[in-house]
């Protein structure tokens, strides 16, 4: 039988799909998936935590980054380590299942090999697992969890209120659900989620008086012990999405807020203090170190998939620091051994939700379909067939975004074009057709007007050094935890390591330089002005028409700044 | 949420907050007015400024607490707060080291009075904040980094 490389694949993933044991490491997962979730019950007080699905209620591919630098003190330190120096740093064996989960390492042989990860009827059936020897565990989500779908969008959260209260989340706080507007949240807030889901964020208040606009914590009995999750909303929401869209609302870090929040939950009688938090994981670092009384923080934002917990000491004692990851793609599993009213010992596992090991809960299944019912036409659309594999998730680039400032460029006559440093959306394999529901995955949200603007170079100086510094800026309090905005046609180089309005030099335009009393054509999209509303049609319909166009999507190069300062970093590996 | 005290501010509309505090006797209108300092409010840089208000360079104090954003949600009205917990504190200014005039406000704590200020400030760029307190006859000063963003961009 002769077949080439990637038939061979393919034969291997249907093999795979189909329950098959064809290749070796796929037979030795199903028979090690009773020991990748078998986690045996530990202690008195258990939490699962979820956070960045991002709406993927159904299984996708997600590549963890190559490039995910920290500068200043956080230089090799989690979360900034990738490749083979995570594998090592976390002690994961290399070629193994938890390699593929946790890194980008051979990501596409060990995608098709171990196929699919998330979606909410597998991570369901995770959660029931886990639950069942585990009584009165509660599940915590850390937000962003309504945005990041075609599906989401046109239900206006719908889909993903009922999918999480099915799923069966007890207590949440928030990030891109804010941009369905203040009304929206509150609305879901009292009525849907009453007496079963409790939104939380102490930092969030009125920008008049400053009252708080939630919970800032709830108090929960777990088996006897009263436990307390504070909520930490993502304190940039008004500046890294649009202010209009939550007009009356103040966010920020909130630290003494923090404080006084966790003081009044011990003062109530809490045992154990955990942070519900959607600071990003260098800010929950910091925080970890500043304030005391906190057992732990379970993070997101920054979508880093720790296998292991950082444990920060501060003047109190210690607080463990969690990131969980994004996409649907892991499930946080903390079990607290609580004697004599406090935590004295723990266990930790971030389990990946790998689909072919995990039967689909019929439920949710069910449910999931009859959500999408009315939208799969439009879904199912198939818009091209890529040949290289497209991801998103990287500091400076992934081929997706180089598709989308591709596509930029090409449909509104532009010279060179931006896209925003989101870090959610799904990856495609080689071969894989692209529909109108993986382009949603990437560019579903509620203002996604593309924009044409005349920008002088000084200005698209300006845009860079301000990203770049929202990224590299060395005390966390001041960065957003976004990545560095794409762009496509210009070339720069980045020093990290550089101050503010320093780090981004040799902007070249097709080999010429930028100048910056000139005036250049720059399309984009997601403008977060209210001025901007309607600038122009939505992206996914500008880059499906280009898609359209093309039909097949060759693999292209990524445009990538040149870096200065960063050799050796362990947050890249090329 | 304490609506009674929204509804109330509400109904006092046109006013303004800070008519309804000088309504409400909580600040004096005099000491609202008489301390305009021309010259301070018009001092293009920090040693000008420092200089104006007698303050010379003033010692750096962990006792001078300020509040404010780490990154501004809108640099047109940026929350500032200023604590001082040295003992005699008479007097407080803010200043922003990268606005065209630096001193934004200016206040006179009378005796016997918590010194525990608060302002909304305007700033066109990413600047230090500068608590400056007058206690006991001596000026002790601290400062915290408020960036002004162009936004958009984030995760």
Sequence with gaps: MSMNRREFMQMLAVAAAGGMTLHSSFARAEKAAEALYDMPKFGNVSLLHMTDCHAQLLPIYFREPNVNLGVGGMVGNAPHIVGERFLKHFGIKPGSIEAHAFTYLDFVEAA???????????????????????????????????????????????????????????????????????????????????????????????????????????????????????????????????RWQTPDWSFGIQEQGMQEAVDAARAEGAQVVVVLSHNGMDVDLKLASRVTGIDAIFGGHTHDGMPAPTVVENAGG????????????????????????????????????????????????????????????????????????????????????????????????????????????????????????????????????????????????????????????????????????????????????????????????????????????????????????????????????????????????????????????????? | MNHQRRDTLKAGSGLGVFGLLVAAGMIKPELAQAAWNKEAFEAKTLDAAFGVIGAGKPAESGDVVITAPDIAENGAVVPVGVVSNIPKTEYVAIMIEKNPNMLAASFTIPEGTVADVQTRVKMGQTSDVYAVVKADGKFYMSKKEVKVTLGGCGG
């Excluded at chain 1, 309504?146 to 239900?155: D, E, V």
């Excluded at chain 1, 939104?199 to 400053?210: L, P």
Aim: proline content about 6%; aromatic content about 10%.
């Design chain 1, 318 to 574: 210690k607080t463990l620091v969690t990131n969980a990851g994004s996409n649907g793609k892991f499930l946080g599993v903390m079990d607290f051994d609580v004697k004599n009213g406090k935590v004295v010992d723990f266990r930790y596992k971030l389990l990946p939700v790998f689909a072919n090991l995990l039967p689909a809960d019929p439920e949710m299944a069910a449910f999931i379909d009859k959500t999408r019912a009315p939208f799969l036409e439009k879904l199912t659309e198939k818009l091209a067939v890529t040949e290289g594999m497209l991801y998103r998730r990287g500091n400076f680039n992934g081929s997706w975004d180089q598709l989308i400032v591709d596509a930029l460029i090409a449909e509104k006559d532009a010279e060179l074009a931006f896209s925003p440093g989101f870090r959610w959306g799904t990856s495609l394999l080689p071969g894989d057709t692209i529909t109108m529901e993986h382009l949603l995955d990437q560019t579903a949200i509620t203002y996604p007007w593309t924009t044409l603007t005349e920008m002088s170079g000084e200005m698209i100086k300006t845009v860079l050094e301000d990203v770049a510094d929202n990224l590299f800026n060395p005390d966390p309090y001041y960065q957003q935890g976004g990545d560095m905005v794409r762009v496509g046609g210009l070339q720069y180089t980045c020093d990290p390591n550089a101050a503010m309005g320093k780090r981004i030099d040799n902007m070249m335009l097709k080999g010429k330089r930028i100048e910056p009393s000139k005036t250049y054509k720059v399309a984009g999209w997601a403008p977060v002005s209210e001025e901007a509303k309607d600038s122009g049609p939505a992206v996914w319909d500008v880059v499906a028409n280009y898609l359209r166009g093309q039909k097949v999507i060759t693999q292209r190069a990524l445009n990538l700044p040149t870096l200065k300062g960063m050799d050796g970093n362990p947050g890249v590996a090329v």
């Design chain 1, 112 to 242: 098709r090999t171990y196929g699919k990860v998330g979606g909410f009827a597998h991570l369901s059936t995770l959660v029931k697992k886990m639950k069942a020897n585990r009584p009165g565990a509660l599940l915590l989500d850390g937000g962003d969890t309504w945005q990041g779908s075609g599906t989401a969008l046109w239900t206006n959260a719908q889909d993903m209120v009922d999918a999480c209260k099915l799923l069966g989340v007890d207590v949440m706080t928030l990030h891109w659900e804010s941009t369905y507007g203040a009304d929206r949240v509150k609305e879901i807030e009292e009525k849907d989620f009453a007496g079963k889901i409790d939104i939380v964020a102490q930092n969030v208040k009125t920008t008049d008086f400053e009252d708080p606009v939630f919970k800032p914590y709830v108090i929960k009995n777990i088996n006897g012990v009263p436990v307390a999750i504070v909520g930490q909303a993502f304190p940039y929401t008004p500046i890294a999405n649009p």
